[in-house]
């Protein structure tokens, strides 16, 4: 049997184009946002409860603050919890997004575009507003209208 020169390049290139059409659709649908609610903007300001920094998606998890300016209780009394996605943890740490800079305690403000089922979780939308240490904002208001608050990854 005669080989020709390429055919291995050949073989293998046809290899790789394959597995590119096999593979490049799950990992495009796994980056659509079709699952939120694009139409819907809702902001509050909350407490961080954990950081995690994932490749593919940082997520801030946080417990609202209501009108009152206590923490958000659902009927059984117990602290509501939401969740914020944002983009990956390198590329929000480049905005300065990351667990040093939202620990838990953090009271923050954001704005997302809520999961379409009701779920308590939402992408995120513009920058994240931090309240100075120990300073709440007004009842009713959020952290960038306290005065020192830092604003990180956009306009809010």
């Known amino acids: 049997m005669k080989h020709r020169p390429g055919g291995h390049a050949a073989i293998a290139g046809l290899f790789a184009a394959i597995f590119v059409g096999l ?4 990992a495009l649908s796994h980056h659509s946002f079709a699952m939120y609610d694009q139409t819907k903007v809702v902001t509050w300001t ?12 940082a997520e801030i998890h946080f417990v609202p603050i209501g009108p009152t300016g206590k923490a958000l209780r659902g009927s059984d009394e117990k602290p ?10 390198a590329a929000v740490a480049a905005q300065g997004i990351t667990v040093k800079s939202f620990p838990a305690g953090t009271v923050f403000s954001v704005k997302l575009n809520p999961l ?3 779920s308590n979780f939402g992408s995120r939308v513009g920058g994240l507003v ?17 005065e020192g608050s830092e604003t990180l990854g956009g306009a809010f």
């Open 23 to 26: 593979f490049a659709r799950p």
């Open 46 to 57: 909350g407490v961080v409860t954990r950081f995690v920094a994932q490749a593919n998606h």
């Open 80 to 89: 509501v919890q939401w969740g914020v996605e944002m983009a990956g943890a």
């Open 116 to 118: 379409r089922d009701g």
């Open 130 to 146: 931090k309240c100075p240490m120990g300073k709440l904002p007004a009842p009713g208001k959020h952290c960038d209208s306290v």
